[in-house]
Nanobody, 118 residues
Framework: QVQLVESGGGLVQPGGSLRLSCAAS????????MGWFRRAPGKERELVAV???????RYADSVKGRFTISRDNAQNTVDLQMNSLRPEDTAVYYC????????????WGKGTLVTVSS
């Protein structure tokens, strides 16, 4: 039943790093663009990074050069390496899977909280 499961959130100081991971069922993973979104307190959910089945990536301008998305097609996982974290990166991060052929078919994880604070 549970399709996407995130892990790796937590508290980190400004300038630090965290790695988020999302495990998906194989039937979903291999057909989907995988991505990470986030919702900061009082703000709308926004795209952070996505990677297609072919390996193309797209990043939010605010995270370019600091965050890296990767997917392991053998393990059915998608990771988000976050470096040089800033207080404004504080948010709940959600894993997303969007079917490559039928984009209206989407799945969301429950989210993992990332807090950047000293």
């Amino acid at each position: 039943q549970v399709q996407l499961v995130e892990s790796g959130g937590g508290l980190v100081q400004p300038g630090g790093s965290l790695r988020l991971s999302c495990a998906a069922s194989g039937s979903i993973f291999r057909r989907s663009t995988m991505g990470w979104f986030r919702r900061a307190p009082g703000k709308e959910r926004e795209l952070v990074a996505v990677m297609t089945t072919g390996g193309s990536t797209r990043y939010a301008d605010s995270v370019k050069g600091r965050f890296t998305i990767s997917r392991d097609n053998a393990q059915n996982t998608v990771d988000l390496q976050m470096n040089s974290l800033r207080p404004e990166d504080t948010a709940v991060y959600y894993c997303n899977a969007e079917n490559s052929i039928v984009p209206t078919i989407k799945y969301w994880g429950k989210g993992t909280l990332v807090t950047v604070s000293s």
